[in-house]
């Protein structure tokens, strides 16, 4: 057997699932009906993003809640123009994330920058020319 190159889940560690679950919703997402007070699902995109309390993941995982710092690890929303990473950005802000490095223009004509939710996982909203979206908004790396 081999190992499937595909995420069906990213499951984020927060500090309160409620808190981080009304950040999320007021991005736009939508909460799906499966959700419960302990962890919430939001769809991205043909996956799923989960959230759970931070002590209940370590815990399940069988690993120490403590650590703090760069995770070794971004997320990534890609749009498909420059005016959508300023308005996704701002949304973020005014949602309560924090802006971690406003938009600039990369060395490859792309143009993206970082916020940060509330639990300090970082997202990256990135126009990027060389990876197209298809039509249902999935990121084309060729």
């Known amino acids: 057997m081999t190992v499937p190159a595909r995420l069906g ?19 736009g997402w939508e909460r799906a009906s499966s959700s419960q007070p302990e962890i919430v699902w939001f769809g991205v995109g043909g996956t799923w993003l989960g959230l759970f309390g931070r002590a209940d993941l370590a815990a399940d995982a069988g690993v120490p809640a403590e650590g703090s710092g760069f995770e070794g690890f971004t ?3 890609n749009v498909p123009d420059r005016d959508a990473v300023d308005l996704a950005l701002a949304t973020a802000v005014g949602a309560g994330g924090t802006l971690v490095k406003a938009a600039v223009t990369t060395d490859f004509g792309g143009y993206g ?3 940060a939710d509330p639990d300090g996982h970082l997202w990256e909203i990135m126009y990027n020319p ?13």
């Open 75 to 77: 997320l990534a929303v």
């Open 113 to 115: 920058g970082y916020f």
């Open 9 to 27: 889940i990213v499951t984020l560690a927060v500090a309160d699932v409620a808190r981080s679950a009304e950040f999320f919703e007021a991005l």
């Open 130 to 142: 060389t990876f197209p979206l298809d039509s249902d908004g999935n990121v084309q790396i060729p």
